[in-house]
């Protein structure tokens, strides 16, 4: 027979488990479209015409707006599991700043 205490025990331990897995789900997503966002931009790099240039932007500022949010939700799900510095997200995924084209 399970005692009362290691029941409670298994369950917080499945809490803190999924916690840190949506937490992990969160920075991938974030990863995910900041990737996205690099491809837009180096795609812009090249040799366009006006019109290919112009659908090239559109992409890029959805995919700039997709990255903001994505950002913001990590953001949400650390405050969430008690991560209240967000410093270390700063660094490593500061928001993307407007390319001086938009």
Known sequence: MIRRGEGVRRVENEIRA?????????GERLE???SELRD????LEQPLDE??????RAAYRAA????RIA???LLIQREAVGLRSHRVV?????EPAPPPWL
Not at 40 to 43: D, G, K, L, T
């Open 18 to 26: 999924e916690k840190a897995a949506a937490l992990g789900r969160a």
């Open 32 to 34: 995910a479209a900041l």
């Open 40 to 43: 837009a931009a180096r795609a």
């Open 51 to 56: 019109g290919r240039r112009a659908e090239l």
């Open 64 to 67: 700039r707006e997709r990255a």
């Open 71 to 73: 950002r913001l939700y």
């Open 90 to 94: 700063d660094q490593q995924f500061p």
